[in-house]
T-cell receptor, first 116, second 113 residues
Framework: DAGVIQSPRHEVTEMGQEVTLRCKPI?????LFWYRQTMMRGLELLIY????????DSGMPEDRFSAKMPNASFSTLKIQPSEPRDSAVYFC??????????????FGQGTRLTVV | GDSVTQMEGPVTLSEEAFLTINCTYT??????LFWYVQYPGEGLQLLLK?????DKGSNKGFEATYRKETTSFHLEKGSVQVSDSAVYFC????????????FGKGTTLSVSS
């Protein structure tokens, strides 16, 4: 099993540019999560999907952020326009959508975004 | 809403010392509790979990017991190694399928030889 695959691993972009982060969840997993990690705020949940449908996007910081999941094997997180304060490590995670709690989430290796 | 509070780090220990990282939570109902570990430059990995009160999760010498009466899930290890140096996250999720994990801010552990 290849695990959750994120691309790119590192992204450096100029302020104002559009940034797209990509995620391929583990095959068969029905839940997908986007998290952002910074020193100041720790690990924040941005949005999550169940069966490709966005369930909770209350963590998305502002309208510059958008996420899509067009099918069960692919998701994107887009920032347009990007700002220096968006610099962070962005993690994608997936989880089997089984009944009850106790199901762990499997994380990708993250995308380190630097906006200059 | 649900939340997790971890002790602030960094925690600095010598090899073979005893480790405790405190974690308390606030949640409705009966959440499941988790400890994740993040090694430098990597994503988070599940270390252990417990799904109901009084359960003990254990892995790689680490243990944590789900204490409902004190709403705690403290992480312990009897003898740490240099290779345990990492960031440790306490987390919970609710008792519905497909709910998101809520994480604490993480505690950095540094072990020296």
């Amino acid at each position: 099993d290849a695990g959750v695959i994120q691309s790119p691993r590192h992204e450096v972009t100029e302020m104002g540019q559009e940034v797209t982060l990509r995620c391929k969840p583990i095959s068969g997993h029905n839940s997908l999560f986007w998290y952002r990690q910074t020193m100041m705020r720790g690990l924040e949940l941005l949005i999550y999907f169940n069966n490709n449908v966005p369930i909770d996007d209350s963590g998305m910081p502002e309208d510059r952020f958008s996420a899509k999941m067009p099918n069960a094997s692919f998701s994107t997180l887009k920032i347009q326009p990007s700002e220096p304060r968006d610099s962070a490590v962005y993690f994608c995670a997936s989880s089997p959508n089984v009944g009850g709690s106790g199901t762990e989430a499997f994380f990708g290796q993250g995308t380190r975004l630097t906006v200059v | 809403g649900d939340s997790v509070t971890q002790m602030e780090g960094p925690v600095t220990l010598s090899e073979e010392a005893f480790l405790t990282i405190n974690c308390t939570y606030t949640a409705t109902g009966y959440p499941s509790l988790f400890w994740y570990v993040q090694y430098p430059g990597e994503g988070l990995q599940l270390l252990l979990k417990a799904t109901k009160a009084d359960d003990k999760g254990s892995n790689k010498g680490f243990e944590a017991t789900y204490r409902k009466e004190t709403t705690s899930f403290h992480l312990e290890k009897g003898s740490v190694q240099v290779s345990d140096s990492a960031v440790y996250f306490c987390a919970l999720n609710g008792n519905q399928a497909g709910t998101a994990l809520i994480f604490g801010k993480g505690t950095t552990l540094s072990v020296s030889s």
